[in-house]
Structure formats: C-alpha cells, structure tokens
C-alpha cells in the first residue's frame, strides 16, 4: 500500500465521520455550543492521532475501519486540549489551525465549555462503539489515564507551574511525556485493542507511542522557533517563558534528539509485521514543518 494513499483513505475516513456523526442536534437549543465544538473539531489539523489509531489496529490484523470511534474519541479529547491550551488563563493564543482560536470567536465561557462536552462526548463515543465490553472498558482506562491527571492534564499543570524557573532535563522529559505523549500512547493503545491485540502488542505500541511522543514534542518546540506562521496555523515565539526542549538543549542537539527519540520509537515497531506505514509516517515526522 503506497503511504500517502493509505494517510488520504485515514484522512478522509476520520473527517466524514467527525462531520457526519458530531454535535448536530437539531432539536437541541444550545446550538451555540455545538457550533463551537464543530468549529474546532473540524478546523482541520494533521489528525494524527486517529491515524494512529487506525494504523496500530491495521498493524494488529484489525479492519481499521472499525476503530473509528476509538480515533473519534482521541481526536475529541485532542481538540478539546486544544482549545483549553489556548485560553488566556494557559497559553493565551489566537491562532489555532489557521484560524481564530475558539475562545476568539465565542468567548470563552463557551470556549471551556466546548472543551468539557467534547472531552465528554469522547468517552461516549468509546462506550457506543460496535466492541466487546471487556475492549470498550479497556480503552476507557487507558483514555482516561492517559488524559487524565497523570498523564495530559497532569502535564499541563506541570507545564504552567514551571514557567519563570528553571527545570532540570529530567523535569522537561516528565512534563512534555504527559501534556503530549500520553494521549499519543492512548491513540496507539486504543489501536491495539480495537484489533483485539495482544498485551505484548499493546506493551510495543506503548513503547513506541512514548518516545514518539518526545520526539514530537521536541520538534513541536523547535517549529516554536524556526516554524511558519502561515504554515502551522498557530503563533510562533510564543514559549519564551516555558521550560522547552530548545531552552534546554538549542535547536540543533535538538533536532539530534528528535531522531534518536524516534529511532528508539522505529525499533519498538519492530515486532509488528506489516510496519512500513508507520515507519514512513515517523521518519516523515522528525522534519515536519507543521
Ligand atoms: C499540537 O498538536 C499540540 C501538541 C501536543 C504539541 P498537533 O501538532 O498534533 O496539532 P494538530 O492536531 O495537527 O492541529
Ligand atoms: C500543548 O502543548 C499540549 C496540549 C494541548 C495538551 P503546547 O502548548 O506546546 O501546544 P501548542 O504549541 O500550543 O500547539
Ligand atoms: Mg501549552
Ligand atoms: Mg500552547
Ligand atoms: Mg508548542
């Protein structure tokens, strides 16, 4: 299967679904929030992770096709963090996939609670999905550790609190492995187990997710400083007073760091068969631009 024909059949299959299946009730007054929810969830953006749902299920001998629910919910509880990350209490952005953030355009007692019915809506979708109980429960655990206050919202706080003082490495690695590399491993999980994976399947994709989730990180603070505005549809130079990869280290042992990380990730890739999908779509990430 040739990459950029299996990432377009991701693509579209995630997008018909979001629009398709999301927030539109008609009957329903508060159209207001729906409309704000749509506006984020289908502002576009890589959705990577529903492709790494689909592809650890498709790397698992699962039909990809049924995982979408499971790449929904991911990809909600993603948007949702966006739009929180925006707000002027955390990052105070305007921009956001191109366009204006969510609370710019609705204000942002709509914008929080935008994000609290998507992050909701994510974890019925999971309990909607066409599994086994025992395959639904489990990926609500994983969800919710992951998104949680361990793991992303847990790292969002510790991003905060560590502006204006110095971190050790070790302390970066802590924080960015949640706020961003949580929710890629409950993607890459939640993959495994639409597929009905086994847990050694489920242990790689964990290992794999954790050090593709630094090396994302790394180079999502690298485009912080050598990004396009345009490109990536969100500010640049905005994280002067954050605890970032290229404080610490300087872009260029950076971009050092963003290809070991993900060598580390290639070789956890490994023990799945039919892996070149995935490997293409890591290698493609140490030098993204967006
Ligand atoms: C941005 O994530 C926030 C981080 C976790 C670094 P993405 O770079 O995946 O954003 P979209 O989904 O493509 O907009
Ligand atoms: C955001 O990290 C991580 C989450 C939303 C959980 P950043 O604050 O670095 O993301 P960007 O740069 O705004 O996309
Ligand atoms: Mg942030
Ligand atoms: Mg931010
Ligand atoms: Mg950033």
New binding site residues.
Partial sequence: MNYNVQYAQYLDCIEKYLDEACFRYDTEPQQELFESMRYSLLAGGKRLRPVFVFDFCRMCGGDWKESVAFAAAVEMIHTYS?IH??LPC??N?DYRRGKLTNHKVYGEAIAVLAGDALLTAAFSQIAEANFPDKCRINAVKVLAACAGECGMVGGQVLDMQSEQRQCSAQEVIDIQSRKTGALIEAACVLGVLAANGTPEQIEAASKFAKSLGLAFQIRDDMLDVIGNEEELG?AIG?DSLKNTFVQLYGLEQCENLVQEHTNTALNALESFDDHLFMKQLAENLVKRMK
């Fill in positions: 966006l990350d925006d955390m990052d952005d969100k905005v």
